[in-house]
């Protein structure tokens, strides 16, 4: 197997600031700033004249599918830091008409299927949550951050040793960021 020389490029939209300091890469835009850190000694990140660069002087099968990540990573940072990263959430209550209230950076889910303590969850820094009704989002320039903070609030009301089939109350994601999951 011959390893080759692999440069990818990609354009830096007008009004999104990228700095790369080493492995570090920030963006800045009109929604916020998000920073990553992507280490590989063999991979090189430079922005310069308007373009995103990612460059391997010798590239494996291994090094070409890590700069295809990055590339992915840096993608979505700057769509993040552009437009946003919003996930919707749903609350389902058959059994028990349980209440969800946002008080400062803490979720609470109160009877939850008739428990008498309320499932609390403290919300992650840089993740915004809004609680309208039935109706959760989470928005976030960085998308593995509101990701990650829906998919907390999902678990927040997981079933455990009951039939799914019956008992399917919870708080359940329904659109994720670029993507529509159920109408």
Not at 55 to 79: D, G, P
């Amino acid at each position: 197997m011959t390893a080759e020389k692999l440069e990818v490029q990609q354009k830096i939209p007008v009004g999104i600031t990228i700095t790369v300091n080493g492995y570090s890469v920030t963006a800045k835009g009109p929604q916020g700033e998000v920073t990553k850190v992507l280490p590989h000694k063999m991979i090189k990140i430079a922005a310069a004249d308007g373009m995103l660069t990612l460059f391997c002087a010798s590239a494996t099968k291994r090094e070409v599918k890590m700069v295809y990540t990055f590339n992915a990573h840096l993608k979505n940072m700057i769509a993040g830091v552009q437009n946003g990263h919003r996930y919707k959430l749903k609350v389902c209550s058959g059994h028990f008409p349980m209440s969800v209230s946002l008080s400062g950076d803490t979720l609470s889910v109160k009877n939850f299927l008739g428990e008498k303590i309320p499932r609390t969850l403290r919300i992650k820094k840089g993740a915004q949550v809004k609680v309208e009704g039935n109706d959760i989002s989470v928005e976030s320039p960085d998308k593995e951050l509101a990701g990650q903070v829906a998919a907390d609030i999902e678990q927040l009301t997981r079933v455990t040793n009951r039939d799914n089939r019956i008992f399917q109350d919870g708080i359940y994601i329904t659109n994720k960021s670029g993507k529509i999951l159920s109408s």
